[in-house]
Structure formats: C-alpha cells, structure tokens
C-alpha cells in the first residue's frame, strides 16, 4: 500500500532563516507530486507541483522554492524565512495520468515564524 | 488561484440533523471532489464525482454536481459529533484546486 511521509511536523524558526521540509512517497512509482500551504482558518493554497523528477511548477511567485531530487522525494525550500511564510504545509501525491483523480494527503507541517 | 468556494464558511448542528454544505467553481472540470479536514492534520478524501454525474451516493454523504450552475453540494445525513471537520471541495487539471472550506461542527 502506498504512504505519504512529511517531516517535521512542527517547526519554529526565527525570521531570515533557511527551510526545508520533506516529503516522500512510498509503494508507487512516478507519482504527481503537490505542496499545500493552509493559512489559519484559511483554504489550501497550492504552492508547487511536479508531474516527474527536475520539472517543477509553481503557481505564485513568493520566498518558497521546490524540488524533486528523486522520483518520490519533494522538498520545499527557503533561503530566507519571512513572517508571511507561518502555516500549514500539506505534501500529497496523485497516480501520474490517472482519471480517479484522488489526492493523499500527508499529516502536515506547521511552520511558525518569529 | 483558487477554484472552489464553499459556503457557508461554518455550520453548526444537533446530532442527528443533516448538513448541507455548497461549492461553487470557476472553469469547465472533467471532476469535481470533496475532502475532510480534522483540525491539525492532512486532508482525507471523501467522494469524487465525475462531469457527467449528477448525484452519487457514499454511506450517510450524497453529492450532486450542477455544471450549468457551476456547483455542487455535499449532504451529510443523520450527522454524528466525529462528524466536526472542514470540508473542501477541490477540482482538478494537472493541479488541484481547493476552496476556502466549510467548518462543520456537529453538537452531541
């Protein structure tokens, strides 16, 4: 069975420093890959999303960066944290070209910045 | 860009009632999807479905999707207290789309 793993869970660090957070996949194979971001109380906002390894998309301009160094491995990066960057991070993964169309979620990251 | 937009925005009801909880969305969709938030964790998927449905039916949840309206709708019946939550509505493309959410609480 697949699982989505996403560390860590919870996170505070200190305005102008880096941010990585991880997430990988597991029991599938060439899976689209997603990074949520969930203000408080908010909706999700998709920040990135990956169809394979190297091709990233992102969908608003902002301080994150994304990558996909291997085929079930995606990180969210930040080189300089800023205090409009605390939140919830969800990673979740889709089967490549399928027409079900489900999302599986990972548990989530909370980031707060100070 | 957002695609969905739920409303209301929060709902609360007795045990046992139903809730109704509305999506609105933007562009032409090949499928539309609802998903479960509990506070604090990831988002679990419900139900899906597809443009050319109009209504399907999953346990004590029933969606019905209006594309000429450009909405659906998620019914929860004989509702339960584990039943709290947020729910979204998402619709798809390569990305997903998600709408702002309809915090349900239900009062035992």
């Known amino acids: 069975s697949q699982t989505i793993h996403q560390w860590p869970a919870t996170l505070v660090q200190p305005v102008g420093s880096p941010l990585s957070l991880e997430c990988t996949v597991e029991g599938t194979s060439n899976p689209n890959l997603y990074w949520y971001r969930q203000a408080a109380g908010r909706g999700l906002q998709l920040l990135f999303y990956s169809v394979g390894i190297g091709q990233i998309s992102s969908e608003v301009p902002q301080n994150l960066s994304a990558s996909r160094p291997q085929d079930r491995q995606f990180i969210l990066s930040s080189k300089k944290l800023l205090l409009s960057d605390s939140g919830f991070y969800l990673c979740a993964w889709s089967i490549a070209g399928a027409n079900t169309g489900e999302l599986f979620f990972g548990e989530g990251s909370r980031l707060t910045v100070l | ?108």
């Not at chain 2, 709902?11 to 139903?18: A, F, K, P, T, Y």
């Open chain 2, 1 to 108: 860009s957002q695609q969905g937009e739920e409303d209301p925005q929060a709902l609360s009801i007795q045990e046992g009632e139903n809730a109704t909880m509305n999506c609105s969305y933007k562009t032409s969709i090949n499928n539309l999807q609802w998903y479960r938030q509990n506070s604090g964790r990831g988002l679990v998927h419900l139900i899906l479905i597809r443009s050319n449905e109009r209504e399907k039916h999953s346990g004590r949840l029933r969606v019905t999707l209006d594309t000429s309206k450009k909405s659906s709708s998620l019914l929860i019946t004989a509702s339960r207290a584990a039943d709290t939550a947020s729910y979204f509505c998402a619709t798809d493309g390569n990305q997903f789309y998600f709408g702002t959410g309809t915090s349900l609480t239900v009062i035992p």
